[in-house]
């Protein structure tokens, strides 16, 4: 179930927001009834950026050995192609 809570709740109800973060849930939390954040546990935020960093790294490490410099079309393009071929 999705966990919508006003942000008081992070300042008023801390304990039972850090038992669901800690479940692996995130709880969304709103300000004025409008989206404002998500708070994620810090295993489910390094599970979610674990694979950018290491891309990060892989990008850094061929910017460092090559002088081949692709265009942002050409990047775009090929990560599109990525995305509806996984699909």
Do not use: C, W
């Amino acid at each position: 179930m999705i966990n919508i809570r006003p942000v008081s709740d992070l300042r008023n109800k801390f304990p039972e927001i850090e038992s669901i973060v800690n479940n692996g849930e995130p709880v969304y939390l709103t300000k004025n009834g409008y989206g404002s954040m998500v708070v994620l546990s810090l295993e489910e935020y390094a599970q979610l950026t674990e694979n950018i960093e290491m891309k990060l790294d892989e990008a850094d490490h061929q910017a460092a050995t090559t002088n081949e410099r692709l265009s942002h079309n050409d990047v775009f393009s090929s990560v599109r192609a990525s995305l509806h071929e996984t699909k």
